[in-house]
């Protein structure tokens, strides 16, 4: 009999113990939550977007403005776009900013919404402890997603409230 149990955090609000017991039957069972603030839904929705504005703008702007560059150095206008290029690279940096001070207070303003949690909570922890379950239970007929729908658990958990 194999048995090996691992810990992990899954999300800033959850963290995963997995035990393998037998031959590939894995289990994953919620432990502790840990003590972040927000609203269900509404908060780690805003989280997203803010780790989106943060790495994600900067990586689409300067993706696309390579991506003019190369563009304008293939048609020998390299002296003429580049104005143009930093220009734009200045305005996404502002949005940038922007966006992330807009998203932060909107992140402080649903804490206030946090008395919702007591009806989308129990919501949230059925839907994640039945992908769990149903992950480590059907994982062997839903092969090679089972583990897949286990996982799925773990990021809806990331959605409740505290």
Do not use: H, W
Request: hydrophobic share 45%.
């Amino acid at each position: 009999m194999l048995a090996v149990l691992s810990v992990r955090r899954v999300s800033p609000g959850r963290i995963f113990g997995s035990a393998v017991i037998a031959a590939g039957a894995v289990m994953a069972v919620p432990m502790a939550s840990a003590a972040a603030q927000g609203t269900a839904v509404v908060t780690p929705v805003l989280k997203i977007l803010d780790f989106g504005d943060v790495v994600g703008l900067p990586e689409g702007c300067e993706t696309g403005l390579s991506a003019i560059g190369a563009g304008a150095s293939q048609i020998n206008l390299s002296a003429a776009a580049s104005p143009f290029i930093s220009n734009l690279d200045n305005q996404c940096g502002q949005i940038e900013q922007e966006g992330d001070n807009y998203l932060q207070q909107a992140i402080t303003q649903s804490y206030q919404a946090n008395g919702l949690n007591t009806l989308a909570n129990p919501i949230i922890a059925d839907m994640a402890s039945a992908l769990v379950l149903e992950g480590t239970n059907y994982g062997t007929s839903m092969a090679p997603f089972g583990p897949t729908v286990t996982g799925l658990g773990g990021t809806v958990a990331f959605f409740e409230g505290t």
